[in-house]
Every structure is written in C-alpha cells, then in structure tokens.
C-alpha cells in the first residue's frame, strides 16, 4: 500500500468509500480483502456529528405558541429524512435550539439552515418575531 499511495493510512481510509480502487492496485486473496475489510469498517467507521444552532422565537399575537409550534412543525415535517433527523427543543423562552446528527457535515448543515429559514418565514407569517442566536 505503501508503493501504490502516499500512506497505507489513506489506503485505507480510502476502503471505506471505494474499495474496489484500493484492492484493484494490490494483491491479495478474496479471504484476505474480507478480513481486512471487515476489520476497517469496524475500526475507522466514521463518527457521526453534531451540528447546533439556537435561535430567539416569540408571538405575541393571537396564535401565540401555536404559532411557534406549527413554525417548528412545518420545519420538521420539510427537512427531515432518514438520513438526516432534526431536533428542536426549548431551551428557555424565547430560546430554542434545532440538532442534526449525521455522518455528512454539509449536508447536515445545509439541513440546518433550511429548517431556519422555514421557521424564520413560518412565524413571520403568523405575526412573530425570530432571530438567530
């Protein structure tokens, strides 16, 4: 690995995305490939991140705090998916907070800041105010 890429490090970080062009390029049996991959998977399998953002939301009109509700339900029913799940929480009024675990950092923060701007336009409509922390 080490004459084929610059490190057997990269080599093998490489595994766990295209295998078939690191085991393309060296020699090794097909029982050999299973170990060491099984091997891989379990012990560089990438962590999954936490991305966070909190945010000031208040309605003092009629709707009130179902106006901040069906904001934060509308945002949640239009972002989430299996791959990426979003969570709001208050945190204390008017502060809440909206996470998203995932392995994909950019996708998981082009999340985020879709829910925002879902959330932001939802309460406006309603006669809120919103405001990023």
């Not at 972002?79 to 994909?104: G, H, N, R, W």
């Not at 950019?106 to 922390?133: D, N, W």
């Amino acid at each position: 690995m080490y004459d084929k890429f610059d490190h057997a490090y990269d080599a093998l970080k490489l595994c766990l995305t295209d295998a078939d062009l690191v085991f393309s390029k060296i020699n090794i049996t097909e029982e050999q490939k299973a170990a060491l991959l099984g091997s891989i998977h379990k012990k560089m399998a990438a962590a999954p991140q936490k991305l966070r953002t909190t945010f000031n939301m208040h309605c003092y009109t009629y709707e009130g705090i179902e106006a901040i509700k069906e904001s934060l339900l509308a945002a949640k029913a239009q972002t989430a998916d299996e791959k990426f799940k979003l969570v709001f929480q208050m945190i204390a009024p008017p502060e809440y907070k909206v996470e998203c675990v995932s392995l994909d950092k950019a996708g998981a923060t082009e999340r985020l800041e879709k829910a925002l701007e879902i959330i932001q336009t939802e309460i406006k409509a309603r006669g809120g105010q919103y405001k990023l922390v």
